[in-house]
């Protein structure tokens, strides 16, 4: 296994992480509350400074990640960029981020092979 190998290795289980772990978390507020209410999960991520701290510093983060998404995913010239966006929008920012640098690995190897 080469370092690329390796690499693609540990994002796609980061991803499966991201997504599992959340969703996990995300179920049990449904359990909890007694289904999704948005206004709920806002104003308990906000209860503590804590979780003001997480909640800003996911946003502010998620916010920036996702932009650079975009940018490096068009420069590079990648093909299916909003399965990251779209995770990182729908499921969690540490499914969508993980998946993307998967991608872009697995894109990157793929250039190298091209060139020889």
Known sequence: MNGSQGRQLIYLLLTISGTVLTQRANWQ????????????????????????????????????????????????????LEWPVLASMLIAFAAGAPLFLLMRERHLQQLDNANG
Do not use: C, K, P, Y
């Open 29 to 80: 507020f449904i359990q909890e509350n007694g289904g999704f209410a948005l206004g709920e999960f806002i104003a308990q991520a906000g209860a503590t400074a804590a979780g003001q701290s997480l909640s800003w510093d996911l946003v502010i983060g998620a916010t920036a990640g996702v932009m650079a998404m975009i940018v490096e995913g068009r420069r590079l010239q990648m093909r299916h």
